[in-house]
């Protein structure tokens, strides 16, 4: 989610400092005004924040960073993850939480990238590495993704665990986290600032707003991660919460750990903001169970339509046609096997007024013993480019969805971080469908997707890892929102009548 504002002033001075955090798609100026059209320039620097990533011993970690080549850029800068200097050791209840030292690699980057538009790699092992936090500038900056992919051979959570490292913000909707006696679910909170973050943590369940533990809030020092563990905030085991994070004061990045002793377990990555409609793409065509999670936090119920995006066009699922959410309360509804074996999306539409909601996705592969579960979080629109990091030539889905109206988008697969060339291929998506498109042939290492929207209506996209350990079908799943890499600065001519008045 981002709903920080960056305000911009035009002059005859170049770009100074411009972050990631500024809108990428601005409205067309308007008006009588003699300024110029708005020139899209890349942004100058970009923060990510990466969470830490497993508290087992037997985790394995992989970090993938890349930059898109965009025209324009300086050619300096740099782009570096670096372990955060303080890792807070208790939840501030008092109760248990993963500590973490912040010491490994603390005076080494994980990663040091060399050039846009090929992608870097690091990797560490055990349960104490720490948070990141990552700069880059220049011409790092524009579209700048990092990739935190985990996998955990057994014990809770065990399997392939994803997340999209993201920017700081101060507001965070996670519905579809749990207190149930089966799941260990924490909310990562990391401070990239000079000055302590005060946050609070609420919960939201199918009755309504839980009372929690701890009503004033956590403080999160400068450069810190606090992970707290969500049943030590009530006594009360709920199957499906929706976690709300709002900042008194500060910044942080925010992320659900979801942990489950028999489903395995993924990063439940925020919704985007609440909207009348959503959408929620790329649920894997073998899935063996969907579960939506709903809530709006207005005063007002909301009524959906739900509706699949599939291979063959759009199709309304047997006996979920609409759905009903009451105000400040979360709401489920099992879809079951609703892709039936084809690629698909869900889309959310009010049946009539439209009123704010925030939605995610629940998916589980396999049966029985060798179930894995990931999430699919409502997610903003590719607009004019997207990335996804840390793909391999087995194991990589990506799903592109066009709700509303045909699209053309340009997919390329980039240089691999062992060698090969990036390709670039067109794809047509028609209205009101889903397209799986396969992973890159003959790319050496990992390799970076990143989607252009060329024409038609707004396209929507997720990407599937896939990688089976010991029967058990290892799955994470992460969308694709704009990349946020250009910013508008308007040109204006100067008036000097102005300080006449």
């Not at 509706?307 to 009451?326: C, D, F």
Request: with cysteine; aromatic share 4%.
């Amino acid at each position: 989610m981002n709903r920080t504002t960056l305000s911009l002033i035009a002059g005859t001075a170049a770009l100074a400092a411009v972050t990631a955090f500024a809108a990428s798609d601005p409205p067309a100026a308007s008006g009588a005004s003699s300024a110029k059209t708005a020139a899209e320039l890349p942004v100058e620097r970009t923060s990510l924040l990466c969470p830490a990533p497993s508290d087992s011993e037997i985790a394995d970690t992989a970090y993938t960073s890349y930059t898109p080549v965009t025209q324009g850029t300086d050619s300096g800068g740099k782009a570096e993850l670096q372990a955060a200097a303080e890792q807070s050791a208790t939840d501030g209840t008092g109760g248990a939480a993963k500590g973490k030292s912040g010491k490994k690699g603390a005076d080494k980057p994980v990663l040091t990238p060399k050039a846009p538009g090929t992608p870097a790699t690091g990797d560490t092992s055990g349960s104490d590495t720490p948070a990141l936090i990552g700069t880059a500038d220049g011409k790092f900056a524009p579209g700048w993704t990092v990739q935190e992919t985990t996998e955990v051979a057994a014990g809770t959570g065990r399997g392939l665990l994803g997340v999209n490292c993201a920017p700081a913000d101060t507001e965070f909707w996670f519905p579809g986290a749990s207190t149930s006696v089966d799941r260990t679910d924490y909310v990562h909170l990391t401070n990239p600032d000079d000055s302590a973050a005060v946050v609070d943590v609420g919960l939201y369940g199918k009755d309504g707003a839980i009372k929690s533990t701890v009503p004033d809030g956590f403080t999160v020092p400068p450069h810190a991660s606090k992970p707290i563990l969500l049943s030590t905030l009530t006594d009360q085991h709920q199957t499906d919460l929706t976690v709300h994070v709002s900042v008194r004061s500060g910044r942080v990045g925010a992320a659900v750990q979801a942990l489950d002793a028999k489903a395995g377990g993924d990063w439940l990555a925020a919704s985007t903001d609440p909207a009348g409609s959503l959408v929620l793409p790329g649920i894997p065509k073998d899935a063996t169970d969907v579960r939506l999670i709903a809530f709006t936090p207005g005063d007002a119920d909301a009524d959906l339509k739900v509706r699949l995006a599939s291979a063959g066009g759009a199709i309304t699922p047997a006996g979920n046609e609409t759905l009903h959410v009451k105000s400040g309360m979360t709401t489920v509804t099992d879809l079951g096997d609703v892709t039936r074996g084809e690629a698909g999306s869900l889309v959310l539409t009010p049946t009539d007024q439209q009123v704010p909601v925030v939605a995610a996705l629940r998916v589980v592969r396999g049966k029985g013993s060798a179930q894995e579960t990931a999430y699919i979080p409502a997610t903003a629109p590719v607009g004019r480019r997207a990335t996804a990091a840390d793909n391999s030539g087995k194991g990589t889905t990506l799903s592109l969805t066009a709700p509303s109206a045909t699209a053309q988008v340009k997919v390329t697969a980039s240089a691999g971080s062992e060698g090969g060339g990036a390709t670039t291929k067109t794809y047509t998506i028609k209205a009101g469908t889903t397209q799986d498109i396969p992973a890159a042939a003959g790319v050496q290492g990992t390799y970076a997707l990143t989607v252009e929207t060329v024409s038609g209506g707004p396209v929507y996209a997720a990407r599937t890892l896939s990688a089976t350990e010991s029967g058990v079908p290892g799955f994470t799943i992460q969308t694709l929102p704009n990349d946020r890499g250009l910013v508008a600065v308007p040109e204006a001519d100067e008036d000097l009548s102005v300080l006449q008045k």
